[in-house]
């Protein structure tokens, strides 16, 4: 069969820079969509992170915004805000305009992307894997806004090159470098900490090595090490513990009420009625903390009632997942976060595209003998069931599908690598 035209045409070029070239073509892709995006609304998760950017250094870092009262704020992990906060700091007027920063970051996540593929397989891999993340709605379209997914989908990427890296090779710089990415996953999405945790024990574990235990210390010592200052920030400044954010209880407040169980058109997602109602109840709370714990205990107290119907729920939730049920309400809502429309409805596409591919080629490379292979494989579907694991315990919302993405369209990569081979191998710089 004949390789693809973007492989003939590269072909002469090193792996380094045809690499170079697809992520310059990525990063003047997300440039531009930065200037396609919607107008930044004072009620998003990108107004919070962009207002504890420029708070940072101030005497009011990391307080509430869009609050009568400066109280404290955890509400979402500071690793976004703290990146942007020295160009926050010489900018003290930029506010949407901090957008043009992130694709450097969708830039990193390609690169990240295409060297696990290398790893996993081959340059030709790696080179087919730049171009998918490149193109890819799902990889791009929160590069043109102030949160925490492209930092998140970044450091989920290099930890995995880092991890396999470490399992081909044992030493403790491969291992330094996966504690650090494993500590930016967890304070940028705290919810991801335990994949990056699975992901860990599955590459020792099929080590079989215990010799390797104190590489693992290592990983834990610096995670610990990086997370420590703000988890203890945040518990000199609330009176419940708080560990890497305050956002628990919405988000389960939001996704667990009548509308959301009963409604037909809400069933398995959430409802900003329902996370309004909340927030009112608890609005003579000023402390992050104690409003978290009263809205968690009231969503546990409304499952607990309507045990019954959560099985529905629950399939309701892995349907808004995968994009299968209403992606027209996603694609309203998420106008509401700044996406255009037409990006939202590029997102669903691809993810229709890609996923039965995904698969599809999973199925047929179940008895994969390469080592490396076997290992990203078990990572692989580790990452397939915790994304599923997300969505039934929290909401189908799309952004929990960052790890399934990257390995997603790596496993494909590596499918076309093999289906599609020229005839004069690529040069690996």
Aim: charged share 15%.
């Amino acid at each position: 069969m004949a390789s693809p035209r973007f492989v003939t045409r590269i072909r002469p070029l090193s792996y380094g820079r045809a690499l170079a070239l697809i992520t310059a073509a990525a990063f003047i892709w997300r440039e531009i969509y930065v200037t396609l995006e919607l107008p930044m609304r004072k009620v998003t998760d990108e107004f919070w992170y962009i207002m504890q950017a420029h708070r940072f250094f101030g005497p009011h870092a990391w307080t509430c915004v869009n609050c009568l009262v400066l109280s404290p704020t955890a509400s979402h992990g500071p690793l976004t805000s703290t990146v942007m906060a020295p160009l926050a700091w010489l900018f003290p007027h930029a506010m949407s305009s901090l957008r043009f920063v992130i694709p450097v970051v969708g830039a990193a996540t390609v690169v990240g992307v295409a060297t696990l593929a290398k790893t996993v397989h081959s340059p030709r891999a790696g080179l087919i894997a730049a171009v998918a993340a490149a193109l890819y709605p799902g990889l791009w379209i929160r590069d043109g806004l102030v949160v925490s997914e492209p930092f998140a989908m970044c450091a989920l990427a290099w930890l995995l090159v880092f991890l396999i890296r470490w399992w081909q090779s044992p030493s403790l710089r491969w291992a330094a470098a996966v504690g650090i990415c494993a500590s930016a996953i967890a304070l940028s999405r705290s919810e991801l900490l335990l994949w990056a945790l699975l992901a860990i024990f599955l590459a020792w574990w099929g080590t079989r090595q215990w010799r390797l235990i104190r590489h693992i210390a290592l990983m834990a010592i610096l995670l610990v090490v990086v997370m420590s200052p703000w988890i203890a920030y945040n518990n000199g400044r609330f009176s419940k513990p708080v560990y890497l954010s305050t956002n628990l209880g919405m988000t389960l407040a939001g996704a667990n009420c009548h509308l959301t169980y009963y409604d037909g058109r809400f069933i398995g997602y959430d409802a900003w009625a329902c996370a309004l109602k909340a927030e009112n109840s608890v609005s003579s709370i000023t402390d992050e903390s104690e409003k978290s714990s009263v809205m968690t205990h009231e969503a546990t107290s409304y499952i607990t009632a309507h045990w019954s119907r959560l099985p529905l729920v629950i399939v309701g939730r892995e349907l808004w997942f995968f994009g299968l049920y209403r992606p027209n309400a996603v694609v309203g809502i998420s106008q509401l976060a700044s996406q255009p429309q037409w990006a939202t409805w590029l997102q669903a596409a691809g993810a229709w595209i890609l996923y039965p591919i995904f698969a599809w080629v999973m199925w047929r490379r179940q008895r994969d003998r390469e080592p490396v292979a076997r290992l990203f494989a078990r990572i692989t579907v580790m990452t397939l069931m915790f994304a599923i694991f997300l969505a039934a315990i929290f909401v189908g919302h799309w952004r929990y599908r960052l790890g399934l993405d990257v390995v997603a369209l790596v496993t494909v990569s590596v499918w076309l690598a093999d289906r599609w081979s020229p005839a004069r191998s690529l040069s690996a710089s």
